[in-house]
């Protein structure tokens, strides 16, 4: 049993970084942080609830800044917690401004695309409404607090976790991008070809933390893709439609198809299969090339702790 043990986890494992604890932990922050969000912002903020319809839209992604702060406090507190910063700073090599623009052509290009291809299919009929540049960059940066937060739940704590405790590089990859699928799995419309789009976006945004040491390419692409479909083209968000959007859709002319759902949209497609898998597989590809592995953020483990493991 200890073989077997030393075989799946890496010296530096300790029972906090059981794939099951680690999944729960993240979870429970991040609900907690956003319950404590909404107690501050009905009690001492008085967010108003008849807010029109770019601000209701701002702040349905903004709102999300609770997990950031609550995911950061909860790491700055606990100490064998607090590495995982360092993957979230300029410590990676990865983690720079220019995969972060890179990361935001890459997402909103993909969606683009399965927009296009609903458009060219004549699914989906847009109409412009209005570009208002103030606007504009306010709606990108709430999308980008929202999308980044996400991956500060998966890409990051989760996944840093499991790059810790366990030798295959898998657990960390596949792990957390199945359970960024599951936590899609309440979204209104969803279906499990939804599901799987969800879960190869996450795969997608692994890979790039793996083999391109970039967190921040994963937040752009995160952003570039949701802020493209829901704020620019107006389309549904894993199954939301916001209030407020450049373009809008004609909902009663949008019919369902291979590139197009209407209860989840572009997402709940076999098109954004093949374009999500075709995305993971070309990253894998140059990642390989690139022979590079993630920035490492623990500390080795102590003598003392690998005698122990090796008993």
């Known amino acids: 049993m200890k073989k077997i043990f030393r075989m799946i986890h890496t010296e530096r494992?300790?029972?906090y970084d059981h794939f099951i604890i680690a999944v729960l932990s993240s979870l429970i922050l991040l609900i907690l942080s956003m319950l404590l969000g909404e107690i501050i912002e009905n009690l001492v903020l008085h967010v108003p609830q008849d807010l029109d319809p770019f601000w209701a839209t701002f702040y349905m992604y903004f709102n999300t800044v609770w997990a950031w702060i609550g995911m950061v406090l909860f790491m700055?507190?606990?100490?064998?917690r607090r590495p995982i910063l360092k993957a979230v700073g300029t410590r990676p090599k990865g983690n720079t401004i220019r995969f972060l623009l890179l990361g935001l052509l890459i997402g909103g290009g993909m969606n683009f695309l399965c927009a296009a291809a609903a458009m060219i299919n004549r699914d989906i009929h847009i109409t412009f409404t209005e570009l208002h540049p103030v606007r504009f960059l306010l709606l990108l940066f709430a999308v980008f607090?929202?999308?980044?937060?996400?991956?500060l739940v998966d890409r990051a704590y989760l996944f840093q976790i499991l790059k810790k405790g366990y030798r295959s590089k898998w657990v960390a990859i596949i792990g957390n991008s199945l359970i960024f699928s599951l936590m899609h799995g309440a979204n209104p419309g969803v279906t499990p070809l939804a599901l799987g789009n969800i879960f190869l976006s996450g795969l997608l945004f692994s890979l790039f933390v793996w083999y391109f040491d970039s967190l921040w390419c994963a937040f752009g692409i995160h952003t570039g893709w949701n802020f493209m479909q829901s704020i620019?083209?107006?389309l549904p968000n894993s199954g939301i439609v916001v209030p407020y959007s450049v373009f809008e859709l004609d909902t009663a002319a949008a019919s369902n198809s291979l590139v197009y759902n209407v209860n989840f949209g572009i997402e709940g497609t076999v098109f954004s299969v093949i374009v999500l898998a075709a995305a993971c597989v070309i990253t894998y590809i140059l990642g390989k090339k690139r022979n590079q592995e993630p920035t490492e953020i623990w500390p080795p483990a102590k003598p003392k702790q690998q005698a122990a493991d090796q008993q």
């Open 13 to 15: 494992f300790r029972w």
């Open 76 to 80: 700055l507190i606990l100490k064998h």
């Open 145 to 151: 607090v929202q999308s980044s937060s996400e991956e």
């Open 232 to 234: 620019f083209l107006g």
